[in-house]
Nanobody
Framework: QVQMVESGGGSVETGGSLRLSCTAS????????MGWFRQAPGKQREGVSC????????YYLDSVKGRFTISRDNAKNTLYLQMNSLKSEDTAIYYC?????????????????WGKGTQVTISS
């Protein structure tokens, strides 16, 4: 049974930083592209960042480029999202997700497995 557990969410002020983690079990982590998605109240889920199974291809949502960094540690079956210079519009539930080998070609939410999410709240 595949399980994906996010952690590291919380409440910080504008300009602050958070580091999200997602630990996966029940799958061969090395074989999966891993992504972060978020959903704000009243909005659709959107892809924040994704890293392919070999780590050689990464994309970011335009609004987070230069502020967020995705990384993975295959030895620990863990995905990370370092978030700096946080803004109020980053407030959302953040989900990690896995997809075999490659990130979705259209950067959509076509993933195979999902975590339950972690809340990130940015206050001004």
């Amino acid at each position: 049974q595949v399980q994906m557990v996010e952690s590291g969410g919380g409440s910080v002020e504008t300009g602050g930083s958070l580091r999200l983690s997602c630990t996966a079990s029940g799958l061969t982590f090395d074989d999966y592209a891993m992504g972060w998605f978020r959903q704000a109240p009243g909005k659709q889920r959107e892809g924040v960042s994704c890293i392919n199974w070999r780590g050689g291809s990464i994309y970011y949502l335009d609004s987070v480029k230069g502020r967020f960094t995705i990384s993975r540690d295959n030895a620990k079956n863990t995905l990370y999202l370092q978030m700096n210079s946080l803004k109020s519009e980053d407030t959302a539930i953040y989900y990690c997700a896995a997809r075999i080998r490659w990130c979705p070609p259209n950067r959509n939410a076509d993933m195979d497995y999902w975590g339950k999410g972690t809340q990130v709240t940015i206050s001004s």
